[in-house]
Nanobody
Framework: VQLQASGGGSVQAGGFLRFSCAAS????????MGWYRQAPGKESELVAD???????TYADSVKGRATISRDNAKNTAYLEMNSLTSEDTAVYYC???????????????????RGQGTQVTVSS
């Protein structure tokens, strides 16, 4: 599974960012798609994720400021974040969980794939 992620960069406090993550490669069924982030000196944390049926999870720190969505036909997820603060500065990683398939049969084991990460810097 290959992940093509875009988005991130430098933005002023109060600004807006949009991320995308597209999964491609061998035959698979994508369950959860989302983003984790890791700030310097801190542990990695889930920002938001979304299941194939549209159920979403958000970190408390981004609730009300972030919206995650996905296009199942394109195996692509999108994350929009607004009202950014310096607390949002981190490396953001696209993260997907898939089941590999052969023909019409998909395995029961989920595999996790994570993108290379993109730096987000919010300046005041």
């Amino acid at each position: 599974v290959q992940l093509q992620a875009s988005g991130g960069g430098s933005v002023q406090a109060g600004g807006f960012l949009r991320f995308s993550c597209a999964a491609s490669g061998s035959t698979f069924s994508v369950n959860r798609m989302g983003w984790y982030r890791q700030a310097p000196g801190k542990e990695s944390e889930l920002v938001a994720d979304i299941t194939s049926d549209g159920s979403t999870t958000y970190a408390d720190s981004v609730k009300g400021r972030a919206t995650i969505s996905r296009d199942n036909a394109k195996n692509t997820a999108y994350l929009e974040m607004n009202s950014l603060t310096s607390e949002d500065t981190a490396v953001y990683y696209c993260n997907v969980r898939v089941k590999h398939c052969s023909g019409n049969y998909c395995g029961t084991i989920e595999y996790t794939y994570r993108g290379q990460g993109t730096q987000v810097t919010v300046s005041s």
